[in-house]
């Protein structure tokens, strides 16, 4: 086939609905970068696994999104009880500590408020249980975006990690909660018996740890230091907080470059039909 103006295959490759502010290369790569059009959500939702997950991968967005005036609300899945190596920290105490730190965080960016949920660090699974509460609070707020961790992002080989895997549970239940189950009116009646009305969220962001499966990216340039004064709150996670804020700044400037930004997070982003 004789090659398509990129204006044309854009509109083509999104199925009629041209969504691209720049141009657009139609190669595999290209395909890897597509810039859509710009988010200005009234209502945030993050949804994460443990304290400070939001604030190292998405900090920048989130405060950026308040920054345009939405109402943006974290929801952590597990106590966050297992992130610690002193032989004499408790679960317990360490909830407590965790739950102020990722208030204070989130006051920094911006964050409206925080909920929490009390499920067990290191074992969260993709549960009924679990994807009722996260339709519960989608529900309640009625977000136009929700932000969550990429479930099929396993690891990231070239920056020798592996994603954990209450991570990948929280992104997939986050998914399923999202759509259809947030949306479906007889799914969890009991939550529709409580006055929890169907909504359905427009806009999915799938936080990606390796920028190359990224299709959308925010521009943080602008938002780095205040992220990292959100990442300090979490002390008793970041024993080396220099280290923690030069892994951001490689992760940041790989994502931006493609679209011309110093620094930005990267996205797979999903705009729900």
């Not at 080396?240 to 940041?252: A, F, N, V």
Request: charged share 20%; aromatic share 10%.
């Amino acid at each position: 086939m004789a090659a398509l103006p990129a204006t044309i295959f854009t509109f083509l490759l999104l199925g009629g609905i041209a969504v691209a502010d720049h141009a657009f290369s139609p190669t595999i790569e290209g395909m890897n970068r597509l810039i859509y059009s710009a988010l200005s959500p009234k209502v945030v939702l993050g949804v994460a696994a443990h304290p400070d997950d939001l604030d190292f991968f998405a900090g920048g967005t989130m405060a950026s999104f308040a920054r345009q005036g939405a109402e943006v609300y974290y929801l952590i899945l597990t106590d966050g009880g297992k992130g610690s190596s002193d032989p004499a920290m408790t679960p317990k105490h360490l909830r407590d500590i965790r739950r102020r730190e990722q208030r204070e965080a989130a006051k920094v960016l911006g964050v409206k408020d925080v909920f929490f949920c009390d499920y067990q660090d290191g074992t969260l699974e993709n549960t009924l249980d679990v994807r009722r509460d996260v339709v519960k609070v989608i529900r309640q707020l009625k977000p136009d975006v929700v932000v969550t961790i990429d479930p099929s992002e396993l690891y990231a080989a070239r920056q020798g990690v592996v994603n954990h895997p209450d991570h990948r549970a929280a992104g997939q239940a986050t998914l399923d909660a999202t759509y259809p189950l947030a949306r479906d009116h007889m799914s969890f009646p009991e939550l529709l018996e409580a006055g929890y009305k169907p909504h359905n969220t427009a806009t999915l962001l799938l936080i990606r740890m390796e920028a190359a499966a990224a299709t959308f990216a925010v521009d943080v340039s602008e938002l780095q230091e205040l992220k990292f004064q959100a990442l300090a709150a979490h002390a008793s996670q970041f024993n080396d907080l220099d280290y923690m804020k030069q892994w951001s700044r490689e992760i940041c400037a790989v994502a931006g470059n493609p679209y011309g930004y110093a620094y930005a997070e990267p996205f797979v982003r999903i705009d729900i039909k």
